[in-house]
């Protein structure tokens, strides 16, 4: 923070003026966590006469509602880039506790079939403190405490919690930053800047500046539409409108600003994926493994026709047969398929040296350690593993559905996610799997080898593969449109 900076509170209430160099901390003196009630929702609407019509259906079941509008419409002047608006009827009955609306819910689902929604009724409270470290003055206030007209350094921030690339860095943001309590009563801090200045700070951070240029130009459009088709509908009871990390988008600032990656959302400015009338989801993931994955398989919902799983080369999979079936799998996985972002082979440029472990790898447990994660990330112990079963897979060959066998009972693990989450310390490259057992099992001395494929969930856009089609002289709009079948580019401003 420079002398240019000033510190003030959301109101635009006047603090104190920055000083060059000097560093700052941000405490809570005290705070209370935001009160949720749980909510019982019974149906949706893309409109309000939709919704008025399911509302009345409810009704006549003896059923009080009430219908409330989620999402939102963006717009820059008079032009509407995203609408998003959601008509939801809830039951009027609200709960204090999850266990009481499970109670109700399960009471009445011969007649309704509901869902919980976890609602704010009230915002956190407290007190921040703001303390300068060289001179010692502080100051209290019961509001946000914005930084404005400098950029601000903020030191030990945490990155990818829960994943293997979990560290603390420290980040330089463009104004404005804003210091508040979240819902749990624990600092917040927030940047409020244009779209695009955010997309500078988006495309380094979710694919390196060395990447060819073309596939930087089809990460920007795919970071501008993945946040633009879901603007309203995510974060509704956060402070702020996007998270910085990967359930969103990974963020860092200015940190990570390269002239290869401002430049490739400069020269798309504008520009997103369209789809049916409206802004394509366009999510992706690191390294698909030489298959992409189908959205319902990976979150459930609705099949989505641009998000279906489909070979990451230029031909097809015939010699494998469907990817669904152990035994085409565990040759899918034991080959070295001409996929695009298999970049095993040498000469291609440094920055995509670091794919080369996710196209086909490996991971060994004993059945202690793999009995100890599952009983750290799960809660459940089973007793000595005897077995992982895959009850589901996906097009892809990711699990979607896994039994854990173990000595003393067995559970299910779904969707592909939370199986990651659960074998792993931190989160396993990929649910792309199968199981080889060694040792002696019957003396709890086995081995697991899980040999697995890929880097992420392995729906939309592979980013390696799309380096990779780019070095091979793809443009980006030929990308885009291998990766999302059926879309076409349109410029929103």
Same mark, same amino acid.
Not at 48 to 53: I, K
Not at 213 to 218: N, Y
């Given at each position: 923070?420079d002398?240019?900076?000033r510190?003030?509170t959301?109101?635009?209430?006047?603090?104190?003026r920055g000083?060059?160099g000097?560093?700052?901390r941000?405490e809570?003196k005290s705070?209370?966590p935001?009160?949720f009630?749980?909510r019982?929702?019974?149906?949706?609407s893309?409109t309000?006469?939709?919704?008025?019509?399911l509302?009345g259906?409810?009704?006549?079941?003896?059923?009080?509602?009430?219908i409330?509008?989620?999402g939102d419409v963006?717009?820059?002047?008079?032009?509407?880039?995203?609408?998003n608006r959601?008509?939801r009827?809830y039951?009027?009955k609200?709960f204090?506790?999850?266990?009481?609306?499970?109670?109700y819910?399960?009471?009445v689902?011969?007649r309704l079939?509901?869902?919980i929604v976890?609602?704010?009724a009230q915002?956190?409270?407290?007190i921040l403190?703001?303390?300068?470290?060289h001179t010692g003055?502080?100051?209290?206030s019961?509001?946000?405490v914005?930084i404005?007209g400098?950029?601000?350094?903020v030191y030990?921030v945490?990155v990818?919690?829960?994943?293997?690339?979990e560290?603390?860095e420290?980040r330089?943001?463009?104004?404005?930053?804003c210091?508040?309590?979240?819902?749990?009563?624990?600092?917040?801090?927030?940047?409020?800047l244009?779209?695009?200045?955010?997309?500078?700070?988006v495309?380094?951070?979710e694919?390196?500046?060395?990447?060819p240029?073309?596939?930087?130009?089809?990460q920007?459009?795919?970071?501008?539409?993945?946040i633009l088709?879901?603007?309203?509908?995510?974060?509704?009871?956060?402070p702020?409108d996007?998270?910085?990390?990967?359930?969103c988008q990974?963020?860092?600032?200015?940190?990570k600003?390269a002239s290869?990656?401002?430049r490739?959302?400069?020269?798309?400015?504008?520009?997103?994926?369209?789809?049916?009338?409206?802004?394509?989801?366009a999510?992706?993931?690191?390294v698909c493994?030489?298959?992409?994955e189908d959205?319902q398989?990976?979150?459930?919902?609705q099949?989505?026709?641009?998000?279906?799983?489909?070979?990451?080369g230029?031909g097809?999979?015939?010699r494998y047969?469907?990817?669904?079936?152990e035994t085409?799998?565990?040759r899918?996985?034991?080959d070295?398929?001409?996929?695009y972002c298999?970049?095993t082979?040498n000469?291609?440029p440094?920055?995509?040296d670091?794919?080369k472990?996710?196209?086909?790898?490996?991971?060994r447990?004993?059945q202690?350690e793999?009995?100890?994660i599952?009983?750290e990330k799960?809660?459940r112990?089973?007793g000595a593993i005897q077995d992982?079963?895959p009850l589901?897979?996906?097009?892809?060959?990711?699990i979607?559905r896994?039994?854990? $066998? !173990?000595?003393q009972? +067995?559970f299910?693990?779904?969707?592909? #996610?939370?199986i990651?989450?659960a074998?792993s310390t931190? %989160?396993?490259w990929?649910s792309?799997?199968?199981?080889?057992?060694e040792?002696?099992?019957?003396?709890?001395?086995?081995?697991?080898?899980?040999k697995?494929?890929?880097f992420g969930h392995g $729906? !939309?856009m592979c980013? +390696?593969g799309?380096?990779?089609?780019? #070095?091979e002289?793809h443009r980006f709009?030929?990308i885009? %449109?291998?990766?999302y079948?059926g879309?076409r580019l349109?410029?929103?401003y």
């Open positions: 923070m002398r240019t900076g510190i003030v959301d109101d635009g209430t006047f603090i104190t000083r060059g000097h560093r700052w941000a809570i705070s209370t935001a009160q009630v749980y019982l929702a019974a149906a949706s893309s309000r006469e939709g919704a008025r019509s509302a259906e409810i009704e006549r079941k003896g059923f009080d509602v009430v409330e509008q989620e963006l717009r820059v002047g008079r032009t509407t880039l995203s609408d959601r008509y009827i039951l009027q609200a204090t506790n999850r266990e009481e609306a499970e109670a819910r399960d009471s689902w011969n079939e509901t869902f976890r609602s704010k915002r956190a409270r407290g403190l703001l303390k300068n470290l003055q502080g100051y209290e019961t509001r946000p914005c404005v400098t950029p601000v350094t030990d945490p990818g919690t829960g994943f293997h690339w560290t603390l420290n330089s943001y463009p104004e404005t930053i210091i508040q309590l979240d819902n749990e009563g624990k600092l917040a801090l927030i940047n409020t244009s779209f695009e200045e955010y997309l500078r700070g495309v380094p951070s694919m390196p500046e060395g990447f240029s073309e596939a930087l130009k089809a920007a459009i795919a970071a501008r539409g993945e088709s879901k603007w309203g509908r995510i974060h509704q009871d956060d702020f996007v998270c910085a990390d990967v359930h990974v963020y860092s600032g200015m940190t600003r290869s990656t401002d490739a959302v400069r020269r798309t400015r504008g520009l997103v994926m369209w789809k049916d009338g409206a802004i394509a989801e999510v992706y993931s690191s493994g030489g298959h992409g959205n398989n990976a979150w459930g919902g099949p989505k026709s641009y998000l279906q799983g489909r070979f990451d230029s097809n999979l015939q047969g469907s990817l669904t079936d085409n799998l565990k899918w996985i034991d070295d398929p001409s996929a298999n970049t082979g000469g291609l440094p920055a995509l670091f794919t472990k996710y196209f086909r790898w490996e991971v447990y004993t202690d793999l009995r100890r599952l009983r799960t809660g112990d089973v992982l079963v589901k897979r996906g097009s892809s060959g990711r979607i896994l039994r854990v $066998v !173990g000595t009972g +067995t299910i693990l779904e969707p592909e #996610l939370n990651r989450k074998l931190n %989160t396993l990929s792309c799997f199968y199981v080889q057992k040792g002696r099992w019957s003396q709890a001395t086995g081995l697991f080898i899980l697995g494929a890929g $729906v !939309g980013q +390696t799309a380096a990779m089609m780019a #070095l002289g709009d030929q885009l %449109t291998h990766y079948k879309v349109r410029r929103l």
